[in-house]
C-alpha cells in the first residue's frame, strides 16, 4: 500500500472508532434519566414502606440524594467527551458534519443536557428536603432523644398507617377467644364494656352495633380522631385517658362487666403494672371478666413497647389475689415472624 492508502485507512479507521464512541456515549446519556427515574422513585417507595425505621429512610434519602448528584455529575463529563468527539469530527470531515445549532430557545445547544440536570438537581434537592424534615420529625428516635411517653408519641405520629393495619382486620379474626367469652361466659347479654386503648375504635364498634354499652379509652388524641371519622356511632363513649391511674374513668365510679385491653399491656410500663391491675380490678363488676393479650416478642424502646410474659402477668396477679386463665394463642395477624399473641381471661376470686 502507499502512504497515502495508509493514511486513508488510518484516518478511516479513526473515523469509524470514534463514531462507534459517540454512539456509545450518546446511548449511555440517554439511559442516564431512566436511572435516575428508577433510582429515586425505588428509594422513595422504600422510605414510604419503612416509617418505623426512621434511620433507615435517612440512609435511603441520603442515597437517592448523592446517586442524583453522582448522575449530575457524570452528564457533565459525558457531555464533555461527547463534545471533543464532535469537535474531531468537524475537523475531520467538515461536508459530513450536522451542526444543528439553532436560533431559538429550545433549539440552542446543551438545552437536552440542561433539562436532564435540572430534573436531577431537583430530585436531589427534595430527597435532601425530605431528609430534614424526616430527621426532625423522627428527631427523638434519630438523635437517641427518648420522649417522656414514647408509646404515646409514636401513635400521635403515625396514626394514619397504623389505622389502615387495624381496621384491615375484625374483631371476629383478631379475638375469637374474645366471643366465645362473651358467649359461654355472659351467656351473649348486654354489656357495660370499657376498651383501654381503643386505638381506631374497631374492637368498639363491633360491641355498639352488637347492643352493648361501650366506653373507648384511647390516650392519643390523632388515634380518636381517626376513631370517631370511621366509626361515627353515637353509642360509642370516647374518653381521653391512660393506665395505670385511669384517673377520668375511675372518677365516673362507673363498674364494667367486661374490660378488654388488646395490644396494650407491653406499653404499660413494668414498674406500673401493679397499679394497672389495681385499677383495672376496682373498675370490674364482681362477676365481670377482664379480657387481656400479651405480645410475646422483643422490646421496641422507642415504640414504648416492654417485654412481657405469661408467669410474670400470673404472679403479679397472685399478688392481689386475681386468678387468670389463658383463652388461647395465636401468631401475629400482621405477618411478624417474631411476635406472638396470648389472649388471657381475668377476674375477681
Given at each position: 500500500?502507499?502512504?497515502?492508502?495508509?493514511?486513508?485507512?488510518?484516518?478511516?479507521?479513526?473515523?469509524?472508532?470514534?463514531h462507534?464512541?459517540?454512539?456509545?456515549?450518546n446511548?449511555?446519556?440517554?439511559?442516564?434519566?431512566?436511572?435516575?427515574?428508577?433510582?429515586?422513585g425505588?428509594?422513595?417507595?422504600?422510605?414510604?414502606?419503612?416509617?418505623?425505621?426512621?434511620?433507615?429512610?435517612?440512609?435511603?434519602?441520603?442515597?437517592?440524594?448523592?446517586?442524583?448528584?453522582?448522575?449530575?455529575?457524570?452528564?457533565?463529563?459525558?457531555?464533555?467527551?461527547?463534545?471533543?468527539?464532535?469537535?474531531?469530527?468537524?475537523?475531520?470531515?467538515?461536508?459530513?458534519?450536522?451542526?444543528?445549532?439553532g436560533?431559538?430557545?429550545?433549539?440552542k445547544?446543551?438545552?437536552?443536557?440542561?433539562?436532564?440536570?435540572?430534573?436531577?438537581?431537583?430530585a436531589?434537592?427534595?430527597?435532601?428536603?425530605?431528609?430534614?424534615?424526616?430527621?426532625?420529625?423522627?428527631?427523638?428516635?434519630?438523635?437517641?432523644?427518648?420522649?417522656?411517653d414514647?408509646?404515646?408519641?409514636?401513635?400521635?405520629?403515625?396514626?394514619?398507617?397504623?389505622?389502615?393495619?387495624?381496621?384491615?382486620?375484625s374483631?371476629?379474626?383478631a379475638?375469637?377467644s374474645?366471643?366465645?367469652?362473651?358467649?359461654?361466659?355472659?351467656?351473649?347479654?348486654?354489656?357495660?364494656?370499657?376498651?383501654?386503648?381503643?386505638?381506631?375504635?374497631?374492637?368498639?364498634?363491633?360491641?355498639a352495633?352488637n347492643?352493648?354499652?361501650?366506653?373507648?379509652?384511647?390516650?392519643?388524641?390523632?388515634?380518636?380522631?381517626?376513631?370517631?371519622?370511621?366509626?361515627?356511632?353515637?353509642?360509642?363513649?370516647?374518653?381521653?385517658?391512660?393506665?395505670?391511674?385511669?384517673?377520668?374513668t375511675?372518677?365516673?365510679?362507673?363498674?364494667f362487666?367486661?374490660?378488654?385491653?388488646?395490644?396494650?399491656?407491653?406499653?404499660?410500663k413494668p414498674?406500673?403494672?401493679?397499679k394497672?391491675?389495681?385499677?383495672?380490678?376496682?373498675?370490674?363488676?364482681?362477676?365481670?371478666?377482664?379480657?387481656?393479650?400479651?405480645?410475646?416478642?422483643?422490646s421496641?424502646?422507642?415504640?414504648?413497647?416492654?417485654?412481657?410474659?405469661?408467669?410474670?402477668?400470673?404472679?403479679?396477679?397472685?399478688?392481689?389475689?386475681?386468678?387468670?386463665?389463658?383463652?388461647?394463642?395465636?401468631?401475629?395477624?400482621?405477618?411478624?415472624?417474631?411476635i406472638?399473641?396470648?389472649?388471657?381471661?381475668?377476674?375477681?376470686?
Amino acid at each position: 500500500m502507499t502512504p497515502e492508502e495508509i493514511e486513508h485507512e488510518m484516518h478511516k479507521a479513526a473515523f469509524d472508532q470514534n463514531h462507534a464512541s459517540f454512539r456509545s456515549l450518546n446511548q449511555q446519556m440517554w439511559q442516564i434519566p431512566l436511572i435516575s427515574m428508577t433510582l429515586t422513585g425505588g428509594l422513595w417507595f422504600g422510605v414510604s414502606r419503612v416509617e418505623d425505621f426512621p434511620l433507615f429512610q435517612l440512609a435511603l434519602l441520603v442515597l437517592a440524594a448523592a446517586g442524583n448528584g453522582a448522575l449530575f455529575v457524570i452528564i457533565l463529563r459525558l457531555r464533555f467527551v461527547m463534545e471533543q468527539h464532535l469537535k474531531w469530527l468537524e475537523a475531520t470531515y467538515p461536508a459530513g458534519f450536522v451542526s444543528a445549532k439553532g436560533k431559538d430557545w429550545y433549539n440552542k445547544p446543551f438545552l437536552v443536557r440542561s433539562l436532564f440536570q435540572s430534573m436531577l438537581l431537583l430530585a436531589a434537592i427534595l430527597s435532601l428536603i425530605l431528609f430534614v424534615a424526616t430527621a426532625w420529625t423522627n428527631r427523638e428516635e434519630v438523635f437517641g432523644l427518648m420522649p417522656q411517653d414514647p408509646a404515646l408519641t409514636y401513635y400521635e405520629q403515625h396514626a394514619a398507617s397504623l389505622a389502615d393495619g387495624y381496621e384491615t382486620l375484625s374483631l371476629e379474626s383478631a379475638h375469637p377467644s374474645l366471643l366465645t367469652l362473651i358467649r359461654e361466659h355472659f351467656k351473649d347479654e348486654p354489656l357495660n364494656v370499657l376498651d383501654v386503648g381503643a386505638g381506631t375504635g374497631r374492637d368498639a364498634a363491633w360491641f355498639a352495633a352488637n347492643g352493648h354499652r361501650i366506653v373507648a379509652v384511647e390516650p392519643s388524641e390523632a388515634m380518636q380522631t381517626i376513631g370517631k371519622r370511621l366509626h361515627p356511632s353515637p353509642d360509642i363513649e370516647w374518653r381521653q385517658d391512660s393506665l395505670p391511674a385511669l384517673s377520668e374513668t375511675l372518677s365516673s365510679g362507673e363498674k364494667f362487666d367486661l374490660i378488654v385491653l388488646s395490644a396494650v399491656w407491653m406499653h404499660v410500663k413494668p414498674d406500673d403494672r401493679q397499679k394497672a391491675l389495681k385499677t383495672l380490678a376496682s373498675l370490674l363488676k364482681p362477676n365481670g371478666k377482664i379480657y387481656l393479650t400479651l405480645r410475646i416478642g422483643p422490646s421496641e424502646p422507642a415504640r414504648g413497647i416492654h417485654r412481657v410474659s405469661e408467669s410474670a402477668l400470673q404472679d403479679q396477679l397472685a399478688e392481689l389475689s386475681l386468678s387468670a386463665e389463658k383463652l388461647d394463642e395465636q401468631a401475629d395477624l400482621l405477618g411478624r415472624t417474631n411476635i406472638r399473641w396470648i389472649a388471657m381471661s381475668i377476674s375477681k376470686p
